[in-house]
């Protein structure tokens, strides 16, 4: 039965979902795994794709932007569509120094400002990516890439972080800044299911100089397509 957000039939997602941000990014993901993929939902432009790849089903759904976003499409395939892992195919903006545009940053776990999931009262949760999809997504990786592993962070905002706190969070190793991760590891968590998010570094919060443009982010992925999909089928 289709669900306020997503209007496929039972049954037309496969267990492994590719979740981009951007709905452009998921067809073009698709188009690419999966030239006979059918569409099986489209509800406000979210282009939802189902497929073979390499002999196994696979879907493609994009999040749309931030974590209130990710939540519902995730939960309805959690709870609705029989999904049993999802995989964030997104960008990041770096925060280590060395993390450059275009590397590839896998994310084992999600610092957040959100409140979206203060869960137990006085407990700081810890959203953090499912064991099997990460090391599965790692043994993936060649020397084609520059690969890092750790934690970012998943921010409401995209504009007006206090400087400060960008600086600090830095300094505590975090890779890079976006904004759904630690929704999707804490759902994954809630359903009894698996996630990871394998981003591309697509500018540099303290070097603007080689930022990706809006296309570029739309079409470089190749790196982290190649460790998302390892993760999917594992
Ligand atoms: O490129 P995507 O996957 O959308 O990811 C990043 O880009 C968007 C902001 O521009 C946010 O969704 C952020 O998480
Ligand atoms: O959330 C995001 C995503 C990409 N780049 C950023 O600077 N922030």
């Known amino acids: 039965m289709p669900t306020p957000h997503i209007n496929a039939a039972d049954g037309a997602f496969a267990p492994a979902v590719l979740m981009p941000g951007d709905p ?3 067809e073009r993901i698709a ?8 569409k099986v939902s489209d509800v406000r432009g979210i282009g939802a794709f189902t497929g073979e790849y390499n002999g196994k089903p696979l ?8 974590q209130p976003s990710l ?5 309805e395939l959690f709870t609705h569509y029989g999904v049993k892992r999802i995989i964030r ?9 060395s993390a450059k545009v275009g590397d590839v940053v896998v994310a084992m776990s999600a610092h957040t400002d959100s409140s979206m999931f203060n869960l137990v009262p006085g407990v700081n949760l810890a959203p953090t990516a499912s064991w099997n999809l990460l090391s599965a997504a790692i043994a993936a990786a060649d020397d084609s890439m520059n690969l890092h592993v750790g934690p970012v962070a998943s921010r409401d905002r995209f504009y007006g972080n206090d400087p400060d706190g960008v600086k600090t969070l830095a300094d505590l190793g975090t890779l890079g800044v976006e ?4 929704a999707l590891y804490m759902l994954a968590a809630q359903h009894n299911a698996e996630a990871l998010t ?3 570094v697509s500018d540099h919060l303290f070097d ?4 990706m443009t809006a296309e570029e982010r739309e079409h470089k992925f190749e790196g982290a397509l190649k460790l998302a999909v390892a993760a999917a089928h594992c």
């Open 89 to 97: 195919v997104g960008t990041c903006g770096g925060m280590a120094t």
């Open 71 to 75: 939540s519902i499409y995730a939960t």
């Open 31 to 38: 188009n690419l795994l999966m030239p006979d993929a059918e």
């Open 208 to 211: 603007t100089s080689g930022d």
């Open 198 to 200: 394998v981003l591309t």
């Open 24 to 26: 452009r990014r998921a």
């Open 59 to 66: 879907s493609v759904m994009a999040s749309g932007m931030g």
């Open 179 to 182: 904004m759904e991760t630690a």
